[in-house]
């Protein structure tokens, strides 16, 4: 069980020095590595496999909806802002039929655990679109009574109506996109949303029966310093939520060209980022603070003690997904709409990330499946240490032997000689049947992860660009 001392001192030296582009591990292999040559029949096949005796186990789902009404600066999500009705109609209309085409291949008996709508800006559908939406998924899956289903909202423009139509079909989980509430930081990323409007959305949440709201914050944003940022932290203990993600901003206009309209004199040198990093983590799980005292689950995630992240850490079966931290493992992850990834046993799968293209695949009744990665037995094997570690903060060596038919040392001898400077730095704990994740090491598990990837190597000795990841703090 993960110990409960979850808040290391943070050595800014030590920070320092490990600070580097790293992936954030939603998948292994990442996506970068996925490719063309696995595509849409590799997909059909692998679903068609786990479904065809209906022991496939519990089923996750995704739903893109990239819709906005305006630009944020920082954003680094697919999205695209539109105002005509007709598109949005159009694309529910293409949704519909996506969901339809997998749902006639999934077996019956197999339950939703996990519904998310991500984007985008869920909450730039209508009530009624919602409504519409929402029911179809329920009319073609079997969503489990107990399931977590989540929703992710703009307090702006979020009304009573957009929460109660969430909540009539099954949504019982919101996630506001906060950001910062410092007006000056807010005008210079395009996203002004006073302090009030948050308050109203969350207290909306509670008043419609929402279980459980999470508030999404970023670091890194132009004119954030640790002191202004204090601020915003202090207003959101003060409002509570069950849980708060704290996102490092990646700056890369090279790939997201609209972040050129950011000015990089504005944002913070790279030590202030950190010290904001150390002072929020601080703040967050304070036991002693005003509305303080949150587990830090790991890389980005806070949470309540009592929460049910907090419980499966500490049970050793918290699991990780592109959708972030979940306690439902093992389901397969079945995604709509474009750009979404479905996350199979042994594949993954992208959907097409262009409007036209999406609708010409499913209007001919095509899963608008474009890429994807085929996982060897390496793949799944590295996948499953690197989960534990970022999820649980253990690896339990006889465990993975059992279950992969390795002998874990032989198999991960050049892993464990990349562990050990990590290990003479306090970053982890190499035991003789055990890894385990120390606590200065919660802020680097990205880096411990590292060790276990086999592509990281390849990248850099290859011929090709190498993949643009974000600063692992």
């Known amino acids: 069980m993960p110990e409960q001392t979850i808040v290391p001192e943070f050595d800014a030296d030590l920070i320092r020095r490990y600070r580097r582009s790293l992936p954030r591990y939603t998948s292994y292999p990442t996506a970068p590595h996925f490719s063309e040559d696995v595509g849409a029949t590799e997909y059909v096949d692998e679903v068609d496999r786990t479904n065809r005796e209906g022991d496939g186990g519990p089923i996750s789902l995704y739903v893109h909806l990239p819709f906005c009404r305006?630009?944020?600066?920082?954003?680094?999500?697919?999205?695209?802002?539109?105002?005509?009705?007709?598109?949005?109609?159009?694309?529910?209309?293409?949704l519909e039929r996506e969901i339809d085409l997998l749902a006639a291949r999934v077996h019956g008996d197999r339950e939703v655990v996990q519904l998310h709508w991500g984007g985008g800006t869920p909450t730039y559908l209508t009530p009624a679109q919602i409504e519409r939406l929402g029911g179809h998924l329920r009319r073609r899956f079997r969503i489990a009574d107990d399931a977590e289903v989540s929703l992710e909202a703009d307090p702006r423009g979020l009304t009573t109506e957009h929460l109660e139509a969430a909540r009539s079909v099954g949504f019982n989980r919101l996630s506001l996109g906060v950001q910062d509430?410092?007006?000056?930081?807010?005008?210079?990323?395009?996203?002004?949303?006073?302090?009030?409007?948050?308050?109203?959305?969350?207290?909306?949440?509670?008043?419609?029966?929402?279980?459980?709201?999470?508030?999404d914050l970023v670091y890194g944003l132009p004119h954030q310093s640790?002191?202004?940022?204090?601020?915003?932290?202090?207003?959101?203990l003060d409002m509570a939520p069950e849980r708060i993600a704290l996102f490092s901003y990646a700056h890369v206009p090279s790939v997201k060209k609209h972040q050129r309209l950011i000015s990089e004199d504005a944002l913070p040198e790279p030590e202030e980022k950190m010290r904001?990093?150390?002072?929020?983590?601080?703040?967050?799980?304070?036991?002693?603070?005003?509305?303080?005292?949150?587990?830090?689950?790991?890389?980005?995630?806070?949470?309540?003690?009592?929460?049910?992240?907090?419980?499966?850490q500490d049970d050793g079966t918290l699991y990780r997904n592109f959708q972030g931290y979940s306690t439902r493992a093992g389901a397969d992850v079945y995604a709509f709409g474009i750009s979404g990834i479905h996350q199979l046993r042994r594949l993954y799968a992208q959907n097409v990330k262009g409007l036209a293209e999406y609708r010409e695949r499913v209007d001919s009744k095509r899963h608008p499946v474009y890429r994807g990665y085929l996982l060897s037995d390496d793949d799944e094997?590295?996948?499953?240490?690197?989960?534990?570690?970022?999820?649980?903060?253990?690896?339990?060596?006889?465990?993975?032997?059992?279950?992969?038919?390795i002998d874990f040392d032989?198999?991960?001898?050049?892993?464990?000689?990349?562990?050990?400077?990590?290990?003479?730095?306090?970053?982890?704990?190499?035991?003789?049947?055990?890894?385990?994740?120390?606590?200065?090491?919660?802020?680097?598990?990205?880096?411990?992860?590292?060790?276990?990837?086999?592509?990281?190597?390849?990248?850099?000795a290859g011929t090709t660009a190498r993949p643009t990841y974000s600063q692992t703090v």
Do not use: W
């Open 70 to 94: 305006s630009l944020c600066y920082y954003c680094g999500c697919h999205m695209m802002v539109r105002s005509r009705p007709e598109t949005v109609e159009g694309y529910l209309a293409r």
């Open 181 to 215: 509430l410092d007006p000056d930081v807010q005008s210079a990323i395009h996203r002004v949303q006073p302090e009030s409007i948050v308050r109203d959305a969350l207290e909306g949440a509670r008043s419609s029966g929402f279980s459980s709201v999470n508030l």
């Open 226 to 236: 640790v002191n202004r940022f204090r601020h915003t932290l202090d207003a959101v």
């Open 276 to 312: 904001i990093f150390a002072s929020a983590v601080e703040t967050l799980t304070d036991p002693g603070a005003a509305g303080g005292g949150y587990r830090f689950i790991g890389l980005d995630h806070f949470a309540r003690p009592k929460d049910e992240l907090a419980r499966a």
């Open 381 to 405: 094997i590295r996948r499953q240490a690197i989960m534990e570690l970022m999820c649980n903060l253990r690896l339990d060596k006889p465990v993975m032997e059992k279950h992969f038919g």
């Open 410 to 460: 032989a198999y991960f001898s050049d892993t464990l000689e990349r562990l050990r400077p990590l290990a003479d730095d306090g970053l982890i704990e190499l035991l003789p049947s055990i890894l385990r994740v120390l606590p200065p090491g919660r802020f680097l598990l990205r880096n411990i992860a590292a060790a276990f990837d086999a592509y990281l190597a390849r990248d850099a």
